[in-house]
Every structure is written in C-alpha cells, then in structure tokens.
C-alpha cells in the first residue's frame, strides 16, 4: 500500500514510518525538517518536506495514496491548535486529491465512559487527568469533531499513556468504548494498531481505543 504519514519526525510516527516499510508498504514521510527523521528511515522512504497546515503544499503528498495517517500532538501543556488545525488541513488536502482514508491518533484520556472502571470514570480523568491536560486534550477532541464532519472513511485511534519502550506487537481494543483498565501502552503498538486498522473496514467512522 502507499501510505503517507504526517507527524514522521515524532515519537509515534517515526514508528509507523518504520513499521510500514518494514511491511513493504511504500512510505510518503512530510515532515518540517528531514534531519529529524532517522538516516535509515530517509534512504527508504520518500521524504516531503511541507508545512502541513498549507492543504495545497501537502496535497502533492497525499495525491494516488491509499490511506493517510496523522501522527501529530501537542507538545507541553499550553494552549494548542496543531491537531486541530493539521487535520484541516489534511482533511482538505485528501478531499482534493480524491483520497477517502484517513486515520488520526487521538488519547483515550479524552472520554470517561462505561469501558472504564469507576475510579477512572469518576475521578482519575474529570479531576485530575482532564484538568492537567485540558488544552491538549480540548485541540484533540476539536480535531476529532473537524475530521467526524468531513465525508472521509476516517477511524480516530485513542491510546492512554504513551511508553518510549519496545512494544509487544499485540494490543486490547474497544470500538467507540474505552478500554478496561487501559493506562498505556508503548507508542510501538500504537503504531501496529495504526497500521492494522488502516485496511480494517470495520473501524470506518469509528472510534478505536487500544492499551495494553
């Protein structure tokens, strides 16, 4: 498959970027600078150097691709629109250039719902969880609802806590639902679950949790 990637140079996509080429897939990295993508990642994939809140710079990207995956956050704790804005963007872009699937990577930490237990559900997440990440957490939930209203096959994927460990190459998941005691998980697995998702027509329009 050709898949394009943004977000290449963070945590969480530089390992969809090696996941996917190490699955034979052909690779479109956009990235603000290459430097920052591993030298053995930039030999294998093609690299694009774009600013991806311009939808006619990254269209060329994303153009004859068959799914699309945002791997961008927010860095720190401050105000941000990166997703928010970035998934315009992309979302524009693919609209334009005929391309339907599109995946985005979201946190779990968004929603307290039944899939969760009672501590988290009425405490862990509306008090303190939701409150010290409450400007992340409000761009990913605006970016979510921008990508929801378009007429894409979207699938937004919710990890917890994200771990810089190797990953186990399996994960628990739940549609539209969190996941019971699912506190984390290495961004490794994230980026499996990304790449296992991206031809399951099951998950279209829909909300995906995973943890470990």
Not at 46 to 58: F, G, L, R, T, Y
Not at 148 to 166: A, C, F, N, Q
Request: aromatic share 2%.
């Amino acid at each position: 498959m050709r898949i394009t990637v943004f977000g290449a140079t963070g945590g969480t996509g530089v390992e969809v970027v090696r996941q996917a080429l190490a699955a034979g897939h052909e690779v479109t990295a956009v990235v603000r600078d290459p430097a920052r993508l591993p030298a053995e990642l930039r030999e294998r994939a093609e690299v694009v150097q774009a600013d991806v809140m311009d939808p006619e710079a990254i269209r060329p990207a994303v153009a004859g691709r068959d799914a699309v995956i945002s791997a961008l956050g927010p860095r720190g704790r401050g105000p941000t629109t990166i997703c928010t804005d970035g998934i315009r963007s992309i979302a524009a872009a693919c609209e334009a250039a005929g391309v339907r699937r599109v995946l985005m990577v979201s946190a779990s930490g968004l929603a307290a719902d039944a899939g969760d237990g009672a501590v988290t559900r009425y405490v862990v997440k509306p008090m303190i969880l939701q409150r010290l990440l409450r400007h992340a957490f409000a761009d990913m939930s605006e970016a979510e609802s921008v990508l929801g209203g378009t007429k894409l096959d979207w699938t937004v994927v919710r990890p917890p806590r994200l771990l810089d460990k190797p990953g186990k190459g399996t994960y628990r998941r739940a549609l539209d639902l969190n996941v019971r005691r699912g506190f984390q998980i290495p961004r490794a697995d994230v980026a499996t679950a990304l790449l296992d998702h991206v031809q399951d027509q099951g998950s279209v329009r829909h909300i995906v949790t995973i943890a470990t």
